[in-house]
């Protein structure tokens, strides 16, 4: 049985007991008005005691301080009740309030024990984050292994050598730009680089600069924090600059990146790091870069289009890509391999003929071999025939073609003709195919040494006839 003194010395040294919880403690009326709270609740809550005695728990809720009140809810259930409370400053805090009886049963007080359970929030948040870069990187894995059904041919001496000093390069870390033409093969290159690179086995991330919309490449490219737009995640959203961390990001079409945007990527070159939009502390990344471009952007740094800094950042082993025109050992070898592949996937056995393979070869290929592979696969998906010909090849519509091809012989008929029929025929395959080839009247008559009106003439003449 407890002694009265004794109860009198307990209440005696009853505060400096509170304070050797170790716990955030505070005690309020049954109305909310704090009778006390030791020096832990202000360690945490950031207010000192002597500002909070005799003040209400819905005086502070108004001033902004707190934002949860436990007393109403006690008082009516006569329970314990557990909230999450956050302060003006961001930490979060589990209040964990208790009801003290009088005599005839009424709630008498309240005592609230104080836990900060900021870092508690923070780990679940980064485990949130981890669960979604995990996602983003088995998405990732699973498009990289289609390109990985489309294997790499190569047959001229160019492209030999680049893939040789390819190989060179992916044992590295270092930042690779790769340069060339819409559709000669730069992802082909990255993807490459990649799985030769001690990187492999990491994630492959490719950002289209090109087709970002300009208000959401910040968001994609960084990430948000969390609750930093209404109706967003409120965890947050993971950028695929860190869904490629300890990967590779390739930044396709990076001459399309905006001014700002290249700052903020200026600052992940140099000091491997990047802050999510809406928060302020910066994150490391490991993350390696390759970037690649159809433009020329020493003319985009000359014009003030693209940031000299992050020029030369980029620049630092360079990789440029010669069109297809350029490397026409590849062309047949290309054609082939997309044959054989397209044939396989939609169960065709289909041949080129040998007019058509000549055709392939003689072609200019402006849009490289992206423009070559669609017509391969244009070809299998719409041929009627195990062979196709010259003449389902969609270039192959003019009398230039028909003659670079061999078709009939020399590419032209010349029996019953007179000379000058035959000359006037060399001449429109002449316009016609130089005509495709350059694109432009006024070049065409300066590599001709004609009149450009003379050479105007001719061509509407030959493409009415």
Known sequence: MIKKHDVQTVGKYWSQIIETLGEAVSISDPDGIILYSNRRHEELTGIPGDELMGKSV???????LFDVVLNPG?????????QVQELASGHKLVLDGHPVFDEKGNVALVITYLRDVTKLSEMREQLMSQQELLKAYQKMQSLDMTMDDMPTMVQSKAMKQLFGQLS???????????????????????????????????????????????????????????????????????GLIEAASGGTLFLDEIGELPLLMQTKLLRLLQDREIVRVGATTPLKVNVRIVAATNKNLKKEVEAGRFRSDLYYRLKVAVIEIPPLRKRKADILSLARLFLKFFSQKYRR????????????????????????????LGCVVTSKKNVIELSDLPFATTAEVRLSAGEGTNGMEVTGKSMKEILDGVEKSIILRGMERVGNIAKLAKELQLDRTTVFRKLKKYEAE
């Open 58 to 64: 819905h005086e502070l809720v108004r001033r902004g």
């Open 349 to 376: 056995d289909v041949t080129f003929s040998q007019e058509a393979e000549n055709a392939l070869l003689n072609h200019n290929w402006p849009g490289n071999v992206r423009e070559l592979e669609n017509l391969v």
């Open 74 to 82: 006690i008082l009516r259930s006569k329970q314990p009740e557990t």
């Open 168 to 238: 060179i390069i992916a044992e590295t870390d270092a930042t690779v730009l790769l340069l060339g033409e819409t559709g000669v093969g730069k992802d082909v290159f990255a993807r490459r680089l990649h799985r030769l690179s001690d990187r492999s086995d990491k994630a492959f991330i490719k950002a289209d600069c090109g087709s970002m919309p300009k208000n959401l490449i910040e968001t994609e490219l960084f990430g948000y924090a969390p609750g930093t737009f209404s109706g967003g995640n409120k965890g947050g959203k993971i």
